[in-house]
């Protein structure tokens, strides 16, 4: 069993910052890529941005330049640094781990969210 449990949503004005953390534990052999999701109400999840093991990283278009994600390997934790935030970044913020429980077991697990709500 994988858990994973985000931190750091909350309330921010336009222009502001938030830092998202997200640790995964239990049976853990290998993460290879850690994620954020969000989803407002309304529309569809999507993928904010995701880094695999070896730090190549990818994000929305919309959040480049804005976002940054990283993660430390030996805590098995993730983070989004979210600057220059817009109302359009409201939303519930899932993070997703994928990887290996063992070697013949993958997994792939997901927080419960953590809410981001930017006002203007």
């Known amino acids: 069993q994988v858990q994973v449990v985000e931190s750091g949503g909350g309330l921010v004005q336009a222009g502001g910052s938030l830092r998202l953390s997200c640790a995964a534990s239990?049976?853990?052999?290998?993460?290879?890529?850690m994620g954020w999701y969000r989803q407002a109400p309304g529309k569809q999840r999507e993928l904010v941005a995701d880094?695999?093991?070896?730090?190549?990283?990818n994000y929305l278009d919309s959040v480049k330049g804005r976002f940054t994600i990283s993660r430390d390997n030996a805590k098995n934790t993730v983070y989004l640094q979210m600057n220059s935030l817009k109302p359009e970044d409201t939303a519930v913020y899932y993070c997703?781990?994928?990887?290996?429980?063992?070697?013949?077991?993958?997994?792939?697990?997901w927080g419960q969210g953590t809410q981001v709500t930017v006002s203007s």
């Open positions: 239990g049976t853990i052999f290998s993460i290879n890529v």
């Open positions: 880094i695999t093991s070896g730090g190549r990283a």
């Open positions: 997703n781990a994928r990887g290996a429980r063992s070697y013949n077991l993958n997994f792939n697990a």
